[in-house]
Structures are given as structure tokens and as C-alpha cells.
């Protein structure tokens, strides 16, 4: 049944809007603590370096690191450094924002599974980094193109790093 | 039925802040710590669930149930997440292991108030938004001060009275293990403290601190295979009220009162005052002890036994005996577990002290922060 039926009276957005008497914006600032593991990996983008580390039970290389296993629960404290190219194991292009815009330029991210010369790993479990993903095509990504296409860090040069994650611009491929 | 004990506990920081470990690192060290403590259990192969109590304003994440398992051991575990204080996740794994399907369960809480830049803004917004908010109350525990001041004139205790809880707590946090906030102070400098909304002063509040507890609880019969220094969680109840201070009893603790029952009813007591050895009591605002002690049934004039000191470390009903929160910081959401670790610690007689080494029963008591009325007991036993 409708409200019309039921004797209701609608009302106009304006009128609505008029009702909610209260829009809150939460003022919520916090100062957080990069920790022991995220430190050493965010000077290493600063050096133009990608560092995980190694647990030494089950082979797992974590990037960015931590200092635990979450499968074999014991302290990791064996620092690897990675190759800052691998290949691409998924990727995806956002058309609309979040808030449902219409993105300028489509934006390409992908999870990049990064070489470390003498170790193989499973497709699931493996160094791999979420990124944005450059140099590639929107039919690329479409098509799957783009899937196990070698990519490789496009540095900031160093005068501009941060010691965060957007001291890599983005992946770049290399060869699809 | 499956009596459920604390196996093993384990924490990290109690200290004002931690900036040198990021949350999740201070989680694991508790946790790797509890895992050793009750008897070098593996998280993989031994623990059945895991339930953390935490809340998403204070971490700065939205939907921070994601970020639990890593640290705990208990990725593709059954996990559950609670908004609420930690003795409520207590209530939750005592629970699961009555129920028979679980037999040992991890219960995690933290807080690194240390990383929050805004918090009057962020207790601001746990008010009601279309009523409280838009009168944006320039301090925002004027609630509690509105409730203290109810409570202190009906049932006259007068401010010396509290400014002695409030020196004797922080006296009582010097013998403990986790306070950095414990120091002597006399009931005189107490009354010259400007207010900082009547009657409290800023000795009346819990200063802040980092922390991360974990807890291993499990059914006595697996805990045995692990450990024989157990201790028993012979009951657990939490109530909650409504959600405004205006349809409050101010003259008692009513949430207080109603867990008490059910909780004595479900551990045998009769008489909490000859039965009962030490109470842990949330003290983080300096008069929900007294509310607690009044609620509890323990005393029938507050005022003159807290002058005469019945609540200190010598007297007949020790409260915090080795500091509470006003010693060891307001460390948000695990503020409950940190009363265990202190009843379990006292139970096992690993304080040091003898005062204590003939208690049977602790009882344990933690009220959500700042505003809640939602209110968890436990009592613990050897
Ligand atoms: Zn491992």
C-alpha cells in the first residue's frame, strides 16, 4: 500500500532535508605508529629498496614485512630484500570514484607478485604488493591481457621520497 | 558442563605511550607471551576460536574486526569481535566453553589511546547525535561528574572521603606491576586541585595508557593436559542500561547490582564480604568504585569506611590492592582484562605479597568507558 493511500503527506527533498536537523562530520585524527616491521620497509622505498622478511618455517616472504608469522606464529626476524619487478596476478580499472564520480582517468591497480631470484612460491602465498599499475591499456586489463605481464617499479627520484608507498609511483610494464 | 579456567595470560605496554611498536605488534607479544604462560599452547593446532573487544573510533580503522587474526595466530580460525570492554569477550569465551563446542578460546583487547589526537571529539560523537551533540558540552564528562554528584549527596560521602579512595588507589599502584601513573600524594594537596568539572578534579580521572592483553581460557579438563596452575572463572554476567543518564537510578549502581546477583548466584556466595578476599574494580573514574562497593552490598555507610580505610591494602575488603586504573592508565577497552591479569596474578600468589596468599575469590568488575552503563562482573577462584 502506499502512503498516498494511507493518508501520508510527501515531501519535497527540500522540505526533507529541512527535518534532519543535525549532519555530523566526525573530527576523528589519530597519529599512528608505523611499528618496527613497516619502519624498516618504508626507509628502504626511501633508498629505492622493497625489504620483506623471511620465515623460516614455512618459506613465506612477507612485503611490506612483518615481524610475525600469522601461519606459523613465531618472531621473524630475518630481512630479505625483494626484486622491484615481478609480474602482474590481477589487476582492475575503476571507472567511478567511490563516491560514484566519473574518474577522469580510469585507474588501473593491480597485485604484482615480485621476483626473488633462487625462490618459487605458490600463487597464493607469495611477496606481493597492491599497487597502481602503469603503461598499460584499459583494453589490456579488459581483455586479461595484462594478467602475468612483467612490470617493474617506476621510482620517484630520490630528492622526492617520502618513505612512504607512493615513493613508487606505480608498476610499469615492461612486457605483456 | 565444562568449567571454564584462565590458562595462561600474557600483555605488553602499561605504559603512557608505546610509539616504538605499532598496535598489531604489541597484540603479538602479548599474545606470544600468553601462549607460553599456559603451557606453550600452539594458536594453530590448540586454540579453537579467538574473540577480541575493541572499538573502531579508538583505532582509527572502520570494520577493524579484519586486522584481529594475524597477531593472534587465528588466521582461517573462527574469530569473533566485540564492541565493547574486555570482561564482556570474557562472558563471551566463558560462554563458548560452557557450550561444550569450544575447548580453548583466546580473548584479546587493547588500546593505544596514545595515537588519538581528538579524542574530546571522538567521546563527543559517541553521544546522541540529534539531542546531546548539538549542545556540545564543553567538557565531555559532564555525564559522569552529573552522576558522581548525584551519587556523593544522596548517599552523603563528601570530597575528602573521595580524595582518600582516589590517594590510597594511587599509594596502592606503587606495589604493582603495570603503573606509571602510581605515586604518594596526601588527601590535602587532593582538595587544593582545581576542578575540572565538579566534583572532579584531574586526579579523579584515570590518565591514559598503551596496552595489549590477551588471555587463554579454556575447559578445565584440556587446560589440565597444558597446566595445573589454572585459575577458575566460577561466573560471569554483564548488564546493560539504557543510554541516558537521565533515566538513571543516581542514587545506585543498578547494573552493578542486578550482574552481582547473577553472578553470586552462579559462583554459590551468600556473603561477598566474609567470601569474597580482594575486588578489582574499574576506578577510572574515581567514584564508579564507590558506586560499585555501595552496589556490591559491602558497605553500608561508603563514607566511613573509606575513612577508616576498610577498602586500602590492610583493611577487610581490599580494594585494587595492587593499584587500579588510576595507577596503571585508562587503557580503553582492555581495561577489564587488566583486572584479570591482577586477580589472576594474586590468585597464583605471583605478586609477592602474603597478605594475600589465603584468598579464594576475586571479584572483578569493568563498566564500558567513558559513558556506558553497560557493566561486566567475574568472579575468579583458585
Ligand atoms: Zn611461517
Redesign the pocket.
Known sequence: MSIYKLGGTPLSDEEFKKIIKEITRPNAKYLMSAGQAYSVFFEGLRRGKIIGTY?E????IYVPPKIF?P??F?TLDKWVEVADEGKVVTAVASYYSANMERLKEPQIVGIIKLDVPGRTFTSYRFPGLLHRICGASLDDVISQRIFDARVKARWRPPEERKGDINDIECFEVIKT | MSQPVVLGIGYSGFQPSTSHYNIREMIYEAAAKAYEDAGGIDPGSDVDAFVSCQEDFWEGISINDEFVPDQLGAVLKPVYTISGDSLQCVLSAYSMIRSGAFDIVVVESHGKPSEILTMRDIILMSYDPIYIRPLNPENVFVFNALEAKAFMEYNKIDREALGRYVISSLRKGLRGRRNPYASIKNVEAYLEEEYVVEPLTKLDFAPYSDAAVVVVIASEDVAKKFSDEYIKISGVWSVSGTSSIVYDDLREDTMTKIAARKVFDMTGIKDPVREIGVFEIDERISHVPLMVIKALRLSEDVNRDLMMGRFDEEGDLPVNPFGGALSEGNVLEAHGLARLVNAYEILKGSLGSRRYSDVEKILIHSRRWPSSRTTTLAILSR
Open positions: 620465515c618455517r614455512c618459506g613465506m608469522c601461519y606459523c613465531i
